[in-house]
């Protein structure tokens, strides 16, 4: 199934100390490129995320976004100096006992003195903050390749529905043509009967003139060639797994595009114009959806 390159994505994953989200929306862009914005602590994540995010998308212009918040004291360690306190503390003894004061020092006392108890960044555990944001990664990437599937169903029977349009128009102009050589016949005898009134027509000379005609406006390879685009348009609407026939369908359209030219510069007759131009118009439609399939 065909998908569209616009779509948003959005996930959270958490560990009870680490909640991370993530957003990622891409909107049409010939080729693939993502930005991501990662927290500052993230950043050396930035190359496996861009791995992963491509796993999940081949062509659009892609912002993810990436936030992280840590609950309560993550990433923070209280630490307690054993030297400094029994520093402090034989320090207070000795005063009490030089200068004869009460030695009332409490253990509480004793972990306010500066430096005894602190706060000491811990290094965090790389690996499992990977694990965490690439489960965040992929669970946006669910969402927003589902989305742009929905997207992509009905694109897809947009398109169909075009095409069908599209073979009724070729068919209308294929009808069309034989009559438009007899029309002509008709008109080129009558107006040289009335030049050369009581003389002889030649017949054979009216036959010839007629053949050229026929030939200068014959659009059958045009025809053809549009028949076996619609066909090869509608494969291409259904890609095997993991085929991406965004570009395939893009090419398809401007090889119709140039046909109905030709076949527009080839006609001499209103009703085929007609047709001719509606037939550029359902194609020039057709062009405007399949940009938006990756």
Excluded at 138 to 157: D, I, K, S
Aim: negative net charge; hydrophobic residues 40%.
């Amino acid at each position: 199934m065909i998908r569209s390159m616009t779509g948003f994505g959005r996930a959270e994953a958490s560990d009870g100390a680490n909640k991370i989200l993530v957003e990622m929306k891409a909107v049409n862009h010939r080729y693939l490129d993502i930005n991501i914005r990662l927290p500052r602590r993230f950043m050396q994540f930035e190359v496996k995320a861009r791995g992963v995010i491509k796993e999940y998308t081949s062509r659009g212009k892609l912002d993810v976004f990436v936030t992280a918040e840590s609950e309560g004291s993550q990433g923070k360690a209280l630490c307690y100096s054993q030297s400094l306190a029994e520093g402090y503390l034989g320090y207070i003894r000795r005063i009490s006992e030089e200068l004869g004061v009460p030695n009332d020092v409490t253990a509480v006392k004793l972990a306010s003195m500066p430096e005894v108890l602190t706060m000491e960044n811990v290094d965090e555990d790389d690996e499992n903050l990977w694990h965490l944001l690439e489960k965040a990664i992929r669970g946006a990437g669910e969402v927003f390749n589902a989305q742009r599937t929905l997207e992509g169903t009905v694109l897809h029977e947009d398109i169909t529905q075009k095409l069908c349009a599209m073979e009724e128009m070729v068919a209308a102009i294929e009808n069309r043509s034989p009559s438009v050589v007899e029309e002509y016949r008709e008109r080129l005898t009558a107006k040289v009967r009335e030049l050369l009134e009581g003389v002889s027509v030649d017949d054979a000379r009216i036959l010839t003139e007629t053949a050229v005609f026929a030939d200068k406006i014959c659009v059958d390879e045009e025809t053809v060639r549009l028949k076996s685009h619609i066909n090869s348009m509608r494969s291409a609407l259904a890609p095997s797994d993991g085929e991406q026939s965004g570009r395939k369908l893009d090419f398809i359209a401007q090889e119709m595009n140039r046909e109905a030219n030709t076949i527009l510069s080839k006609c001499n007759d209103m009703e085929i114009s007609g047709i001719a131009v509606s037939l550029k118009t359902v194609i020039e439609k057709i062009r405007e959806q399949v940009q938006n399939i990756e």
